[in-house]
């Protein structure tokens, strides 16, 4: 396994610096002695700016209510930068945060690194039969527990009902229903079918996971990317484009894809939970009832979507576990779960907070529930945040015609092999 320096030689890098932790207090906080917390704690909210960032903002700055001696020292991190920047700090042992958000596939590589806290036996994971099995697999590595689940999704069709009632087509079901759907509304309304993210792999994977395929079998130790199935999906997507059922970017991706779906320019996009309060502020879903989410097509083989999701997770460094520990239990409980659920239609990760009303009422997790609890997991393993990069480069350029699909896939597998010694 790839690692960085050892937990035991981290802990005692960061005793000896004066800069360890994201705490600005010069003593930290602890709450020994006088039974009250105190000091500042940092975290890094990796959420979307200018819509989900506000509502984290928010419910950390309340955590204080609750505990008047802590500072919650909040910065939004683009998502984009991170996994690498909180790399990079962790490893400096100057300027890691506190607490970060993390996605699931790096809490198994921040673990492995030794760069996060294990939390059993803390206040951090606080009733921990109650988050759902599959939230809870990416928190654990080696036996043990470094992060909590804070949020859980995957991925389905939004889609513009009015441009759909204006073309007189129905939510298709399979990838060629998608082409024949998308055919009839440019016929129709002149619009587009779909707008393909083609500069972020994850948008992929729900169309290799229809072909029965996938990035790697890690009980075996065998990357698949490159066998018959990731070919297939791989042609999948090329030919959504090439047909015109779709259009695509090599770059921007997230702002043209939403930028087009928003403004009515497209009728159909592949996202997930996290972008219904974004989706919202757009023309065409000022009146949200216009937004319509369905599974996302199948492929020849199944009907899969990722499992995604947030963790919250402790820095080994921090000089202020005790308080890190209760914000973690504090933003990861059911009812601050439910208070995100109502302001921005995202998943709990845990299972009493579903029979909570805010919940319950939401159709946006009534329908994504479903599709969770049957998402296909990735593998969690270290190197699983490390797949994404090789698979996109090849991704992009299969799309825009750089290269083909046969070869995008080999030189994927090449780049897995090399990241994953010893696999075949």
């Not at 940092?42 to 008047?68: I, M, N």
């Not at 939401?362 to 049957?374: A, Q």
Request: aromatic share 10%; glycine share 10%; charged share 25%.
């Amino acid at each position: 396994m790839r690692r960085g320096i050892t937990a035991t030689a981290l802990v005692a890098a960061l005793a000896l610096a004066a800069t360890a932790c994201g705490s600005d207090d010069e003593n930290g906080g602890t709450s020994k002695g006088s039974g009250e917390l105190s000091g500042t704690v940092t975290w890094w909210d990796t959420s979307t700016a200018g819509s989900e960032d506000k509502v984290f903002k928010k419910l950390a700055e309340d955590f204080t209510k609750e505990h008047p001696k802590v500072r919650v020292n909040y910065v939004n991190v683009p998502f984009g930068e991170a996994q690498n920047k909180f790399k990079n700090a962790a490893q400096s042992g100057s300027g890691a945060p506190d607490v970060i958000r993390s996605e699931v596939a790096w809490t198994p590589e921040f673990a492995d690194l030794g760069y996060l806290a294990p939390l059993d036996g803390t206040s951090a994971l606080k009733k921990p039969d109650d988050f759902l099995k599959q939230a809870a697999a990416s928190t654990k590595y080696k036996d043990k527990t470094y992060a909590v689940p804070q949020v859980i999704d995957s991925m389905g069709i939004f889609y513009n009902k009015k441009i759909f009632k204006e073309a007189g087509v129905e939510v298709p079901k399979t990838v060629d229903e998608l082409k024949s759907v998308a055919e009839k509304i440019k016929d129709k309304t002149g619009k587009t079918g779909m707008y393909l993210r083609g500069d972020d792999a994850y948008w992929f994977l729900s169309f290799l996971y229809g072909e029965g395929g996938d990035m790697v079998d890690a009980g075996n130790n065998t990357v698949t990317i490159d066998n018959a199935q990731g070919v297939k999906a791989m042609k999948v997507v090329k030919d959504l484009v090439d047909s015109g059922a779709a259009k695509t970017d090599a770059t921007d991706g997230w702002e043209n894809m939403q930028a087009s779906f928003k403004d009515g320019k497209v009728a159909m996009i592949i996202n997930g939970p996290w972008a219904v309060a974004d989706t919202y502020a757009g023309k065409e879903f000022k009146d949200k009832a216009n937004l319509g989410v369905a599974p996302v097509p199948a492929g020849s083989v199944a009907q899969g979507a990722p499992q995604g999701g947030h963790n919250l997770a402790v820095y080994a460094g921090s000089k202020n576990l005790d308080a890190s520990y209760a914000f973690v239990e504090y933003m990861t409980s059911a009812e601050t779960q439910a208070k995100v659920t109502k302001e921005l239609s995202l998943l709990p990760t845990r299972t009493s907070a579903y029979g909570m009303k805010d919940v319950v009422d939401n159709e946006i997790v009534g329908f994504f529930k479903p599709v969770v609890e049957t998402a296909v997991e990735r593998p969690w393993i270290p190197e699983t945040g490390s797949l994404f990069a090789p698979l996109v480069t090849e991704y992009t350029k299969v799309l825009t015609g750089q290269t083909t699909p046969e070869k995008g896939v080999k030189t994927t597998g090449d780049s897995y092999r090399k990241l994953l010694k010893g696999w075949k």
